[in-house]
């Protein structure tokens, strides 16, 4: 079954990376936001881009971080997940760094930035939304493996709402 995705990343350091992965469409078959969108969003007040990221995120079913080497650190990407939170998505994590961007370079993993949000009792978030490491050696290779392991890894988030 398709299923309605909202990607939460760092725009200004991981852009090429997401939308590799975005465009996969093993979730579903059409881009969610064009990025130019995304940058004109981003001019605005605060109030406004909380307003769009919370329509993007309305009939969402599931929120997949893709995580570079800044995502942690991006308060856009903390909203997003806090938002998720709140109204109860399935949630993921999947490490992009060895993903190749526009010049053909791959950056380090960076923190996870589940790590960091806790969630009601003082649990961590990492403890219950995954992280996922794609296997391979070369950026093609992880590109085919988070192409091969989408559509489950969503599915999972969805089911193991809490």
């Not at 299923?3 to 939460?8: D, G, I, L």
């Not at 605005?44 to 769009?52: C, F, L, M, S, V």
């Not at 971080?65 to 991006?74: D, E, F, P, R, W």
């Not at 992009?96 to 790590?115: C, S, V």
Request: charged share 25%; glycine share 6%.
């Amino acid at each position: 079954m398709a299923r309605r995705v909202f990607y939460s990343f760092d725009y200004q350091n991981d852009c090429w990376r997401a939308a590799m992965v975005r465009n996969i469409g093993a979730i579903h078959r059409r881009r969610p936001v064009c990025d130019n969108h995304w940058e004109q969003v981003n001019r605005g007040e605060d109030d406004a881009i909380k307003r769009w990221i919370d329509a993007q995120l309305r009939h969402r079913s599931c929120t997949i971080v893709l995580i570079g080497a800044k995502t942690a650190s991006c308060r856009w990407v903390r909203y997003e997940i806090q938002r998720s939170m709140e109204s109860r998505k399935g949630l993921l994590g999947i490490r992009i760094h060895q993903l190749m961007d526009q010049n053909q370079q791959t950056t380090i993993a960076g923190p996870n930035p589940f790590e960091s949000i806790m969630l009601p009792g003082g649990q961590k978030l990492s403890s219950v939304a995954p992280t996922y490491e794609p296997l391979g050696v070369s950026s093609v290779e992880v590109y085919s493996y988070i192409s091969q392991h989408l559509e489950g890894w969503v599915e999972s988030a969805i089911a193991a709402r809490y």
